[in-house]
């Protein structure tokens, strides 16, 4: 409409939206941005059950066979799952009384550790003395493919735990899911010995998992062993196939003799050395308004060693593989006794660290082919290709009552397919079912873990 000379401008009609003595608040101002949304309100971690505050540290009890044992009971799943071996209770407590205590036991387990940041893993524990273990923290799982491209795993180790920690299968929002993956008796074997598993004797059928020790314990064995930096181990588990060998080993340049310092720290929440001494620099400015550079990015690291269990570690310390030497020279002051004996001592509250455990020194674990019963087959093509496989020989062991046992050394491979699929060789429980169990909810786990199939 054209307007005439003179004439007032038609004023367009006031509608809701733009009506300035409208009080509801415009469009814009209720988005998700332009502003933000106000902070919701931080969500309370659900408290933790019985089993993960045993773990923790939290609650003590006087029986943890008796405390575990009534628990996990209930837990077990009915034998539904076929070519899953499992433990009966009975023997599961058997084995742990046979060695707990004792100067000669030669218990160990593999836990799988689904843990949130480090994610999954494998922690294998071998009993050191009467109430303590040696632990490495595995990325993988141990090798289980004679004729891998990839056999060797990186063994990290972590802090002495003790023996009752064997028992856990538990879960939390801060721990992750912890299963039962095998468990059994050790065997130490002198590293240049190749020979296959033992003969059978009468006391196995008395004691399934006794191996028929000599004057010398295999704690004794394994503290040798140990300091020498060379490891050769027969796990006798369910799990595990019979006669199954590794190998631990130390090189020179992962070799330390004391343990680590602590964690490096900040002085001020999100202030690097960096921006200190840019502040310093600038206070006498006039101005007072430099923006301050961003905070260092942490490293992460492997392993269980960020764990916040047995006991829970404090929460200003830094992910693990951050090993820097402190720049505040008072960070120590604020952390707790307790704290600070276990990181000197390498070992957590209750337990004994008599073997010279040194924390995150990074072993090299493998399969150790000729003493687990395979042979080396080396086949030639006509076009001149060389092959070599390892291959399961048969042998015949004769027991002292003069019976005969068909004993296959080798194996077929397995494969350790994490999580998703690895049952507790306990309760036959997957790591979802153990949240389930523990009232986790709401448990989100770190990706990108794939299992060794080549």
Known sequence: MVQKRGQTPRQPPIEPNNDPTNSSPLPSLTRPISPPPTAKKRKTTPPKSALAAVEAGEKNVEDHLTFYSARLLLAIHPEVHLGTPRISHSQWV???????????????????????????????RLQCNATSSISFAIMYGLPGDANSRRLNR????????????????????????????????????PYSDHQGPKTLTDDDEEAPFNIGRAKETEQQKLRRAFQQRKI??????????????????????????????????????????????????????????????????????????????????????????????????????????????????????????????????????????????????????????????????????????????EWTTGFEKFIVGGRETERSVLTGRLACDVLVDEGVAGFVPRGSWRPVTE
């Open 154 to 189: 990186n063994a990290t180790e972590t802090r002495v735990h003790c023996l009752w920690n064997h028992l856990i299968e538990t879960a939390s929002h801060n721990t992750g899911s912890m299963l039962l993956w095998d468990t059994g008796e050790y065997e130490v074997i």
């Open 232 to 405: 050769k181990l027969r796990l006798h588990g369910v799990r595990l196939p019979a006669g199954y060998t590794i190998s631990l080993r130390l090189t020179q340049e992962n070799f330390r003799a004391e343990q680590p310092k602590a964690p490096s720290r900040r002085r001020r929440r999100g202030t690097s050395k960096r921006q200190r001494h840019t502040s310093d620099s600038n206070s006498n400015s006039d101005s007072g308004m430099d923006k301050e550079l961003p905070p260092p990015r942490l490293k992460r690291g492997l392993s269980s060693l960020s764990r916040l269990a047995s006991p829970p570690v404090s929460p200003h310390n830094n992910l693990p593989g951050d090993t820097a030497e402190s720049d505040d020279p008072t960070a120590l002051a604020s952390d707790g006794e307790e704290e600070t004996t276990i990181r000197a001592n390498n070992a957590y509250t209750g337990a004994t660290n008599d073997i010279g455990s040194i924390h995150q020194r990074r072993w090299f674990l493998s399969l150790d082919r000729t003493g687990s019963g395979f042979v080396k087959k080396t086949t030639t093509s006509k076009s001149g290709f060389v092959e070599t496989r390892w291959l399961a020989k048969d042998e015949k062991l004769v027991r002292s009552d003069g019976h005969h046992h």
């Open 94 to 124: 058997d084995l742990y009384q046979h060695n707990a205590g004792s100067s000669k036991g030669c218990h160990f387990v593999v836990h799988q550790h689904d843990h949130p940041v480090a994610g999954t893993h494998y922690d294998l």
